[in-house]
């Protein structure tokens, strides 16, 4: 169970020494990631301190002694940027998979249950009579 971070651990590592806070600034890594410095961050840095923030915290969480921490795989999270499908940062399924289709915001309304049933109600009553 403790190996189930270092991926998550590495991508943050690897963002910290990419960014602008280590590289120009010259602040320590550590620094970094506390405030005031950790908002000047990129979002990416930001979302993987948190993602890995989780992570830790899934170690100790009694919900999932039996089950275990689920890993995340950065490299999974890196393939679906490049394809533009949505995605969690952190364990489980992705947030917005499984949708049942695009939509572009003209689709009709969907009828109402009651409409729904009032029409099966005529029909059947016109086919009695």
Same mark, same amino acid.
């Not at 275990?68 to 795989?73: D, S, Y």
């Given at each position: 169970m403790p190996s189930s971070c270092k991926e998550i651990r590495a991508a943050l590592a690897?963002?910290?020494q990419e960014s602008e806070c280590v590289m120009i600034q010259r602040n320590s890594a550590a620094d970094c990631l506390r405030p005031p410095l950790v908002d000047g961050l990129p979002t990416k840095c930001q979302q993987l301190k948190r993602g890995f923030g989780d992570c830790r915290r899934g170690m100790v969480d009694m919900r999932k002694r039996f089950r @275990?921490?689920?890993?995340?795989?950065?490299?999974?999270?890196?393939?679906?940027?490049?394809? @533009? %499908? @949505?995605?969690?940062?952190?364990?489980?399924?992705?947030?917005?998979?499984?949708?049942?289709?695009?939509?572009? @915001?003209?689709?009709?309304?969907?009828?109402?249950?009651?409409?729904? %049933?009032?029409?099966?109600?005529?029909? %059947?009553?016109?086919?009695?009579?």
């Open positions: 690897q963002c910290l @275990g921490n689920q890993p995340v795989a950065f490299r999974k999270i890196q393939d679906t940027e490049s394809t @533009g %499908e @949505g995605y969690q940062l952190y364990a489980g399924k992705s947030a917005f998979s499984g949708t049942r289709h695009e939509t572009d @915001g003209n689709e009709k309304a969907p009828a109402d249950w009651r409409e729904v %049933e009032n029409e099966k109600y005529r029909k %059947e009553a016109a086919a009695a009579a």
